[in-house]
């Protein structure tokens, strides 16, 4: 299953037409967005924590953010490279997609 995460309109926006690609998918939005997408789910505070809440429960991430953000948040999470997700971060225009972590074992 993948999660797909955004903080901004613009990227839940891009994050609601991701959903729509083949296999199930669940967004995560902002709690201002959560009028706007209400089958969404929300993202909690600290992102940190909420991130490590879930990292076990999806096999790939899209997060449409900035990398930097991505990375902070993933690093205590990593475990090795046959037994971490998919993760990939792309931007708000849906213009370019960074396979970050399991690009080869977790198909990112």
Same mark, same amino acid.
């Given at each position: 299953m993948r999660a797909i995460l955004a903080?901004?309109?613009?990227? !839940?926006r891009l994050g609601d037409i991701l959903t729509r690609l083949p296999?199930?998918?669940q967004l995560f939005v902002s709690e $201002?967005?959560?009028?706007d997408y209400p089958t969404a789910r929300i993202l909690e505070r600290p992102f940190g924590?909420?991130? !490590?809440?879930i990292w076990p429960c999806y096999d790939q991430y899209v997060?449409?953010?900035a990398a930097g953000i991505?990375? $902070?948040?993933?690093?205590?999470?990593?475990?090795?490279?046959?037994r971490d997700p998919a993760v990939v971060v792309v931007d708000e225009g849906g213009r370019f997609a960074v396979p970050v972590l399991s690009g080869h074992?977790?198909?990112a």
């Open positions: 903080l901004t309109s613009r990227a !839940a296999g199930e998918s $201002r967005l959560q009028y924590r909420f991130l !490590a809440n997060f449409i953010m991505v990375v $902070r948040a993933i690093a205590p999470l990593i475990q090795g490279k046959r074992w977790g198909g």
